[in-house]
């Protein structure tokens, strides 16, 4: 009987200590802590990342809270932060549900592919693994079949879990615009002058990039496809800003109108090769359906491009709208 009352003993000490273990808040010097567990660890190598981590436990007791509770092959690789007042056994279940620590990238409308590889490579917590690769090899790598890159990538916001690879958040705005291209295509107009979906995706980065105001968007794409459906030039800046690259300074200047590049859609008819930028959703559908419309042309009312435009249906009152709201003249 005195035996059996010294093991309910060792076994309630015991009890009380494991539940010290896996129930105290555990102190964090810096008030958070970060961490990540590679690939493979085990429960030892994962408890020793923790205490390496400046959080105050143990890796001997993590460890065992571990084995007792029947979690050594469940640790799950991954990126976690702990803030204050976590427990071991919180802690202990962040690992084995992972569950985690993300970070955010938000990709604008209007940027082109260039800026978002920028934005990729700047992101502190993903694997950069995208970085050495050309145009080319990434677009292989991520199942694209286009022979280039632009437009090809959904603009939105896009949670990634830390420490992941940059190629898994483009291979899902690869694959968000695929979607969206195909939903807007099969909704379209049925007697739009474009032949493909990516017709389409060309179209409509041209539309983001020339709309300065969200509500011209329509209006806009309606203007362009006029002009496609009589051979007139599209005649749109940005196409031929996108075909200086490097070159443009910021001022377009007329012999830059006049020099020939596949994306100058002064000197050649038609939509351009490629996109010339990564529209969003709203540009799509404005592409998609745009209204009916006998307008050939707008202007801004501000110079600096962001206001509301002014449409006109001749070239004479296109003359008188740029005299007014670009030249300053009544």
């Given at each position: 009987m005195r035996l059996l009352f010294k093991l309910l003993s060792i076994i309630a000490i015991l009890a009380v200590g494991v539940a010290w273990i896996a129930l105290r808040p555990l102190p964090m010097p810096l008030g958070t802590a970060e961490f990540s567990v590679p690939p493979g660890a085990t429960l030892r190598?994962?408890?020793?990342?923790?205490?390496?981590?400046?959080?105050?436990?143990?890796?001997?007791?993590?460890?065992?809270l571990g084995r007792l509770l029947g979690r050594a092959t469940r640790i799950k690789a991954g990126s976690y932060e702990v803030s204050g007042q976590t427990t071991a056994l919180q802690l202990l279940n962040q690992l084995t549900r992972g569950e985690v620590s993300q970070g955010k990238l938000v990709l604008v409308e209007g940027r082109t592919f260039t800026q978002f590889r920028a934005l990729l490579n700047e992101a502190p917590d993903l694997l950069h693994d995208s970085r050495d690769l050309s145009d080319a090899a990434l677009l292989i790598h991520i199942g694209?079949?286009?022979?280039?890159?632009?437009?090809?990538?959904?603009?939105?916001?896009?949670?990634?879990?830390?420490?992941?690879?940059?190629?898994?958040?483009?291979?899902?705005?690869?694959?968000?615009?695929?979607?969206?291209?195909?939903?807007t295509w099969a909704a379209r107009n049925?007697?739009?002058?474009?032949?493909?979906?990516?017709?389409?995706?060309?179209?409509?980065?041209?539309?983001?990039?020339?709309?300065?105001?969200?509500?011209?968007?329509?209006?806009?794409?309606?203007?362009?496809?006029?002009?496609?459906?009589?051979?007139?030039?599209l005649q749109t800046d940005p196409?031929?800003?996108?075909?200086?690259?490097?070159?443009?300074?910021?001022?377009?200047?007329?012999?830059?109108?006049?020099?020939?590049?596949?994306?100058?859609?002064?000197?050649?008819?038609?939509?351009?090769?490629?996109?010339?930028?990564?529209?969003?959703?709203?540009?799509?559908?404005?592409?998609?359906?745009?209204?009916?419309?006998?307008?050939?042309?707008?202007?801004?009312?501000?110079?600096?491009?962001?206001?509301?435009?002014?449409?006109?249906?001749?070239?004479e009152e296109h003359n008188q709208a740029v005299a007014k709201y670009q030249r300053g003249k009544n």
């Open positions: 190598r994962a408890a020793q990342t923790v205490e390496t981590a400046g959080i105050d436990l143990p890796a001997w007791q993590f460890e065992l694209a079949h286009e022979f280039h890159p632009e437009g090809l990538f959904f603009p939105d916001t896009y949670w990634y879990d830390k420490g992941s690879s940059d190629l898994a958040v483009l291979v899902r705005a690869y694959h968000a615009m695929q979607r969206h291209l195909a939903a049925p007697d739009l002058p474009l032949k493909t979906p990516y017709d389409m995706l060309i179209l409509a980065s041209i539309v983001e990039k020339e709309t300065g105001l969200a509500s011209d968007r329509p209006q806009v794409a309606a203007v362009f496809v006029n002009r496609l459906r009589i051979g007139m030039p196409t031929v800003i996108y075909g200086l690259g490097k070159k443009f300074d910021g001022n377009l200047r007329r012999i830059d109108l006049q020099m020939d590049t596949p994306w100058n859609t002064y000197t050649r008819r038609g939509l351009p090769p490629t996109p010339i930028a990564l529209p969003g959703l709203a540009a799509l559908q404005a592409a998609a359906r745009p209204p009916s419309s006998d307008k050939l042309y707008f202007v801004a009312q501000s110079r600096d491009g962001t206001g509301a435009s002014v449409f006109s249906r001749t070239l």
